[in-house]
């Protein structure tokens, strides 16, 4: 078990890597165990409404990468996550899509923990429904993000933070 110095410790330490060594391959048994750590986030009444899709297809990334102005960053991943809102699990979409964030992050921080890099992809959701549609995914599911993961070429520098004391409105 991690000491809590050491979450804090990882979760400092997550970067947004958008540059990865090309051709080197991540198993699918890898991106089942980080979608194990997404589906323990916690969702209202436990609904668990986010499904995901799997890529390490370099043609299928290709075409993907035609939908974001980041899609450099698409084609060098070494895989990708796409992930879905189901909505036949929906109970509140507000809720449901903290949800999903959660579920997103708790992705992001294991990958860290591996020694992977990764990057939150939002941009592309101008595109969401065409996405979808190549990937063969029926209206229910809606495209919240797509994760792009692998070997970091390089770890990027740390991002800044707003001090604590801006962030806390009132201690009562
Ligand atoms: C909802 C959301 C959407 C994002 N979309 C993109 C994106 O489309 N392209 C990109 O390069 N980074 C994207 N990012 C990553 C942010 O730019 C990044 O998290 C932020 O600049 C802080 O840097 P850090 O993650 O290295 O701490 C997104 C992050 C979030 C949470």
């Not at 450099?72 to 449901?96: E, Q, T, W």
């Not at 949800?99 to 294991?110: H, P």
């Not at 890099?117 to 990937?135: D, Q, Y």
Request: charged share 25%; proline share 5%; net charge positive.
């Amino acid at each position: 078990m991690k000491r809590d110095e050491d979450i804090l410790e990882l979760i400092k330490n997550r970067r947004s890597v958008r540059k990865f060594q090309l051709d080197r391959e991540i198993t699918v048994e890898t991106l089942k165990s980080i979608i194990t750590a997404g589906s323990f986030a916690p969702s209202g009444h436990n609904n668990q409404p986010w499904r995901f899709v799997l890529v390490k297809d370099k043609e299928l990334k290709s075409k993907i990468s035609k939908f974001t102005n980041y899609g450099s960053i698409v084609n060098s991943a070494n895989a990708l996550i796409a992930v879905f809102f189901h909505h036949p699990d929906s109970y509140d979409r507000d809720k449901d899509l903290m949800a999903i964030g959660a579920c997103i992050q708790n992705m992001l921080l294991y990958i860290t923990s591996l020694g992977l890099g990764s990057v939150w992809l939002g941009e592309i959701l101008k595109n969401k429904e065409r996405v979808r549609e190549l990937l063969n995914i029926p209206p229910e599911d809606e495209l919240m993000a797509v994760i792009a993961l692998g070997y970091p070429a390089f770890i990027p520098k740390p991002t800044s933070r707003k001090p604590v004391e801006e962030l806390i409105i009132n201690v009562y």
